[in-house]
């Protein structure tokens, strides 16, 4: 459980957190909307958890929303979940996460070092880690997750002590700005993705029927809790002029606390916990393509062979790296909060068939049916506004499905045998 629970905080805490707030702050003006919408999020995060939670306690196997839709819905809507990891679900957060740690090394590296080649780099040490044995990986991201949390809450304190308290907090008013409050939740989801981390390594999991939803639900509350401290150090920091539309408000904001001593140190810090979001994701990411290899849905080289999925890895890598080289930063974070918005709607979607299927007994849903019917309603709600107001990537993002069609008709048909998704937990 301690494991799961690491890998769903190390791949929650990673870009989005460090960059969101900024340009939330430009669309925004004040910082009282954006804490808004970073709380809100964490009660839609915690109902995802509960609803995945009690997906993966009927369905304890790994591959995340392919596993889930394929066997509460059907083979090909899996499969448009599995392609959406692909591109946008694993693929394009480690773009964003590898293309922002310059912001934070820069500090230290200088600021003539490329993002790309810095995030490359990041990219290669990650798949290494997680891509020759399992419990050495493992390790290794505990301890880091423990130190990168240490880190941001001895931040959190000492900023809450240095903020200055002439401050005054003021009413949310959101009656003009609604539009752009939506797209802020759906960046703000961005940031909270991570929630369902621990869902891809499923049948890793010990006793997972009984762990993964305290992981999801446990390591969900307590970013929740760091994000808002954390936000709240930033936003109140320095005035919103000087945060707006900037990526780095973390170094800002320590900067503006305790000089650039402190914002060589948090720059450092952030670039840690970048780095351990990246290797985390490349660790979920990787199982999913496994388990679809596993099935017939992907080439069967990409599953795993051992302990670990290296293939697989080695695929994510090469995918991430790509997308390190062809994309700029807001657009990639809006391109990832409107196609996760749609998968994660579609899979607590099937939660709710198989519910009516199989019956309360068979199915245990916490809130039933107000906690799932909340988190659809709402993830669709943020995506249609996040459509409205950038079209452009919204089309990507729906590209990106209608081009797992054709895919998925190409790939089934290159298999010697007919692809079938198994409840076997051995991906």
Not at 347 to 354: D, E, K, S
Request: net charge positive.
């Amino acid at each position: 459980m301690a494991s799961a629970t690491a890998l769903v905080i190390a791949n929650m805490i990673g870009a989005g957190v460090f960059t969101t707030s900024g340009f939330a702050l430009a669309d925004l003006g004040r910082p009282e909307p954006v804490l808004l919408a970073w709380l809100i999020g964490g009660g839609l995060a915690t109902c995802g958890a509960l609803s995945y939670g009690a997906l993966a306690r009927r369905l304890p196997l790994s591959g995340g929303e392919y596993t889930f839709l394929a066997l509460t819905v059907h083979p090909l809507a899996g499969f448009l979940a599995g392609w959406i990891s692909l591109l946008g679900g694993f693929t394009a957060p480690l773009a964003v996460a590898a293309l922002t740690l310059q912001a934070y090394l820069g500090e230290w590296l200088g600021t003539a070092m490329r993002p790309e080649w810095v995030g490359t780099g990041a990219l290669l040490a990650g798949g290494l880690m997680h891509g020759v044995r399992l419990r050495i990986g493992l390790a290794l991201q505990n301890v880091a997750v423990v130190l990168k949390l240490l880190i941001i809450i001895g931040f959190i304190v000492f900023g809450c002590t240095r903020i200055s308290p002439e401050v005054r907090v003021s009413a949310v008013v959101l009656a003009d700005n609604v539009p752009a409050f939506a797209a802020t939740l759906v960046w703000v989801s961005f940031a909270y993705s991570g929630w369902n981390a621990a869902v891809y390594v499923a049948g890793e999991v010990r006793d997972p029927g009984r762990n993964l939803q305290r992981s999801l639900v446990l390591a969900t509350a307590l970013v929740t809790v760091t994000y808002l401290g954390l936000n709240t150090v930033f936003l109140y920091s320095a005035p919103p002029q000087v945060l707006a539309g900037h990526a780095e408000v973390g170094a800002i904001a320590a900067e503006a606390l305790g000089g650039i001593a402190l914002r060589r140190v948090i720059s450092l810090a952030v670039a840690a916990a970048l780095f351990t979001s990246i290797s985390s994701m490349i660790m979920a990411g990787s199982r999913v393509y496994a388990r679809m290899a596993h099935d017939g849905f992907l080439p069967p080289r990409l599953a795993a062979k051992g302990e670990v999925p290296s293939m697989a890895v080695l695929l994510q890598i090469g995918l991430a790296i790509v997308a390190v080289w062809n994309g700029g930063l807001v657009e990639l974070l809006g391109y990832v909060g409107f196609t996760l918005s749609l998968s994660a709607a579609a899979t607590v979607a099937g939660l709710l068939r198989l519910r009516l299927r199989e019956g309360p007994r068979g199915v245990p849903v916490p809130g039933y049916p107000w906690v799932p019917g909340v988190f659809i309603a709402s993830t669709v709600a943020a995506a249609m506004f996040m459509a409205l107001r950038e079209p452009r990537v919204a089309a990507i993002g729906l590209l990106t499905v209608a081009a797992g069609l054709p895919a998925y008709w190409l790939l089934a048909r290159a298999q010697t045998t007919p692809p079938k998704v198994t409840r076997s937990p051995n991906a």
